[in-house]
């Protein structure tokens, strides 16, 4: 089955940095639009970041300027760094792929990050 799997998660103080992973197998994964999206306690999933197949990023704007999302096709992996990290940002961080001729659509298991002095 296809499988997304975060990794890169953990306790972090204000003001540091964090670089997450996503490893996906059984997909083509540089057909795939990859993203990031997070969900805080209480609140709903929103995006975070993505990446298309030509590394056109998109990026939310309560993070513009402190993220970097980027893609290593030939290890079918998708990462998110971030820095400058705020207590506002704890949630879990979900990887997913998307491919738009078909509406392909999945979803990682997500990860812990927390922002926390």
């Known amino acids: 089955q296809v499988q997304l799997v975060e990794s890169g998660g953990g306790l972090v103080q204000p003001g540091g940095s964090l670089r997450l992973s996503c490893a996906a197998s059984?997909?083509?994964?540089?057909?795939?639009?990859m993203g990031w999206y997070r969900q805080a306690p209480g609140k709903q999933r929103e995006l975070v970041a993505t990446i298309s197949s030509s590394s056109t990023t998109n990026y939310a704007d309560s993070m513009r300027g402190r993220l970097t999302i980027s893609r290593d096709n030939a290890k079918n992996t998708v990462y998110l760094q971030m820095n400058s990290l705020k207590p506002e940002d704890t949630a879990v961080y979900y990887c997913n792929a998307y491919r738009v001729y078909d509406l392909r659509n999945y979803w990682g298991q997500g990860t812990q990050v927390t922002v926390s002095s």
């Open positions: 059984r997909i083509i994964f540089s057909t795939y639009v």
